[in-house]
RNA sequence: GGCGUCGUGGCCAAGCGGCAAGGCAAGGGUCUGCAAAACCCUCAUCACGGGUUCAAAUCCCGUCGACGCCUCCA
């Protein structure tokens, strides 16, 4: 039974799809102004992981992730580069996408945007002022009233009385309340700007999510995800508002990941505090990343540091030492090793079930993958045979890309230098037959200075990048 | 100040009432010409103080500390 944390009961719940077999899910996504950070790429992982392991127990996950391309922040970057707010935003889109691919995150099934989403943004402000959600201010913006949401605060644990202290409400608003929000904004000249009944102006951030869930997913959806620093007010107030809109309940479960850290404080723009996914991708290959979310649980914070890539990089050879082949010359001699072997696949992958069924509990999902790999390398070592080894390593590998990893070999990108290492690891081979060590070991010294590891077996030389 | 999450070996981390998973690192061993890889062995009573219970890392209260949110933020 999968079980899921779900932040609006703050607890673990089982989960049940509204409809057999489909999960309608959301994401909120990026707001694209400048290079996306790995914090950025850790909620695409972490949601991509719950993506893909509820389609390996047979949902049929229907995923929409926004971008959001049209803000504040948005505007004011293309006004100092001097650029197109619109095209800013594209370039960025683009970059994300790049990056997303690389990183071996599958594609959502939409990726709305708000600019394109404009009638259906307008038409629900429409309906929330016609319920009374939502008015008109004389400055053409449009609020939302939060005190006609009873149950406003009910993600975050917040009462409105408690918050007005710290409730922000700058020149030029006018609200009812301080705690009210905009759900459209009026837009000054220079702006980019869409038509409504309230005047030339653009959404407010919130709106869009809400606006997008409804027309790409409908009234109500399974799982509803995100960065946990959105439970406020972003969240809070799609729930507000959609709730508001629709009268029935919203998302059946809120799931938010933990942030990624740096230097001990959240890793992000305004801090400054970052390091780039194009950054890590030049240092790194990409399922380290992924492996060091994989490590942890998606709801705790993450800190980053070198020691934590490395572990990680260290442990994906780990997995890859399982996809070895069998010694060479092994011929299946062993007596039981294979049905040893095949048990032991058929108990991790329940183990690895177990785990992931536990609200997405990934690092016990990876200790089970450990385990298989220890017996694989086992039984090879006892002399088993490829078609001994297959079946445990096939699990091994449709368990790791259940969590996304792909285990390629490393760099295997050599070109043209493999013919080359291939010939000097065949002199190294004369060489020792003739017992020159000190040749063989200066041909392996120089090697792994470039990066290449050699590996002698009692039946021949291996090597990899 | 308010709301919330959390504090497990050198590092990362699972565990959610019944003798503390896993990975990395470290030390010892097998194998090897030497290595590497692989395999075997070793390595914690769970921030602190109370309480509940036959039994607590796991529940309750308090203290200290960390982080997130309360303003744009994955």
Redo the contacts with the bound molecule.
Sequence with gaps: MLRVYN?LA??KEEFKTLEPNLVKMY?????VYSDA????A???L?FDIVRRYLTYRGYDVRLVINY?DV???IINRANSLGVDASELAEKYINEFRRQIEVLNILPATVNPRATQEMPQIIRMIDGLIEKGFAYPAKNGDVYFRVTKDPDYGKL????IE??Q????NEVGEEKEH??D?ALWKASKTGEPAWDSPWGQGRPG??IECSAMNLSHLGEQIDIH??????????HENEIAQTESYTGKPFARYWM??????LQ????????GN?VTIDEFLSRHEADALRM?IL???Y?????Y?D??V???E??L??LR??L?PAQPGATSTSTNVGTELDKQAETTQQTFID?MD??F????G??????L??????A??AGASNAQLKPAQDTLTELTSVLGLRLHEKKSSGGDADKFIALLVDI?TEM?KE?N??I??LI?DRLKDLGV??????DG?TWHW
């Design positions: 932040t703050r607890k994401v909120c996504g990026v707001t950070h790995i914090g950025h850790m909620f695409a972490v959001t803000d504040d922040k975050s644990g917040r009462r408690d918050m202290a710290g409730a922000r301080p705690m929000f951030w919130h995800g995100g960065g946990n620093d959105l439970v406020f007010p972003h938010h990941n933990g942030m990624l850290q001990g404080e959240k890793m992000s723009k305004s801090i970052l060091m490590n942890g649980s709801r705790a914070p993450l800190s540091s020691d934590i490395d572990a990680a260290r442990g050879d780990r030492s399982g070895k785990a536990d609200d509990n990934s690092s016990g990876l200790a089970a993958l450990f385990e790999v220890r017996s694989i390398n086992t090879r070592d190294r020792r017992k060590w000190g063989s070991d392996r590891a050699i590996e002698d077996n009692k030389t």
